[in-house]
């Protein structure tokens, strides 16, 4: 059974930066997509960025330039590099990992971003 937990959410104001990291149990890790993802109250969850296990990456439009992905696959770990901050960015982030047959996700970790 995989676990995520996500860590490095919290409170910053517009501008700031914040790094999330999603840490992976189990061996598999390296052979999956992970992704990030985020809720804002009262919107649907949407996706912020992903990452190949070989390392391509994709972005939303509304954070390409801004935020990073990366992933450490000797650490089992994906990070988020969130730079420039708006208070849209406001939202609880999840980390995902995925492929066939496999569809894990994490508890979630709240951004906040007001000054």
């Known amino acids: 059974q995989v676990q995520l937990v996500e860590s490095g959410g919290g409170l910053v104001q517009p501008g700031g930066s914040l790094r999330l990291s999603c840490a992976a149990s189990?061996?598999?890790?390296?052979?999956?997509?992970m992704g990030w993802y985020r809720q804002a109250p009262g919107k649907q969850r949407e996706t912020v960025a992903t990452?190949?296990?070989?390392?391509?990456?994709g972005y939303a439009d509304s954070v390409r330039g801004r935020f990073t992905i990366s992933r450490d696959n000797a650490k089992n770990t994906v990070y988020l590099q969130m730079n420039s901050l708006k208070p849209d960015d406001t939202a609880v982030y999840y980390c995902?990992?995925?492929?066939?047959?496999?569809?894990?996700w994490g508890q979630g970790t709240q951004v906040t971003v007001s000054s």
């Open positions: 189990g061996s598999i890790f390296r052979l999956y997509v």
């Open positions: 995902r990992l995925f492929g066939p047959g496999v569809d894990h």
């Open positions: 990452i190949s296990s070989g390392g391509d990456t």
